[in-house]
């Protein structure tokens, strides 16, 4: 079975010209407030905390971010689904809730598609699979072993049911033939630290968070989910290469509006985002946490969300994964 997620390489590697804006003179009047449906700390925290720092300082306007976790993301996601549509309520929606959960969620409090309005894709990071340093293994090969040796006692921890950390780990076990169990958390940063903590012995973490724990010895990284290595880490192995061909799987971050946001106030978003997604000095602060500028219309985001669902609707089916 082949996960195929070319965010990091083809959507990625190309930043298309900025979508062409038209006026909108009168925004923004007042603080826009960017919702990050998981606790602070995670990779959707820290992208959503790098665009809002942004604004403010173009736009002399307060961004602010705020964390709404809870339901793998539904909570805040319906939260914006459900909010004014003039531009002063916006997500940082992820992999997750606006692709997985629509396949792996019985009900949905809201429509990824039809209640929101794509602005533009912010970036996309690979996935390490960490350990906890007591667990005694030292690469994939070395993990599967013991997994087959010891089954159901290895806990895998993630941000949430439906993130791509959580899915990831399901196609892992699939792919493995391992039996282990999800414990999912309010977001990555809990998890982490009960990662840290030996509660948990594994997690497939987006790189941001784990990248500082990898570096300090804390966490031990055996492999990353992309086709390809990642450059911030480039001694550690694909999990591809490392006996599980065709394992590939990353996660992306998007901002979204509320359906029915005029035209104009989508368009001068995405041309402001996209101003600073192309800017060496994005780049360069993305890269340096794992992270890969992505960018486009939000036509192109349209279009990579109707894929990735499509996607990940077809791994959903094979891992078996489900919530009520």
Known sequence: MRCSERVA???????PTPFVQAQAPDYPTKPIRIVVPFPPGGATDILARDVAQKLTESW????IVDNRPGAGG????ELVAKSAPDGYTLEMGTVGTHAINA????KMPYDHVKDFAPVILVAGVPNVLVVNPALPVNSVQELIAYAKANPGKLNFASSGNGTSIHLSGELFKVMAGVQ????????SA???????????????????PSLPQIKAGKLRALGVTTATRSPALPDVPTIAESGLPGFESSSWFGVLAPAGTPPAVIAKLNAEIATWVASPDAKQKLLAIGANAAGGTPDDF???IAA???????VVKESGAKID
């Open 9 to 15: 390489t083809s959507a990625l590697a190309v930043l």
């Open 60 to 63: 002399g306007q307060q961004v």
């Open 74 to 77: 539904n909570i805040g996601s």
């Open 103 to 106: 396949s792996l969620y019985a």
């Open 180 to 187: 282990m169990t999800h414990v999912p958390y309010k977001g």
């Open 190 to 208: 809990p998890a982490l630290q009960d990662l840290l903590g030996g509660q948990v012995q594994l997690m497939f973490d987006n790189l941001p």
């Open 302 to 304: 349209a279009k990579h």
């Open 308 to 314: 990735e669902t499509a996607k990940w609707a077809k």
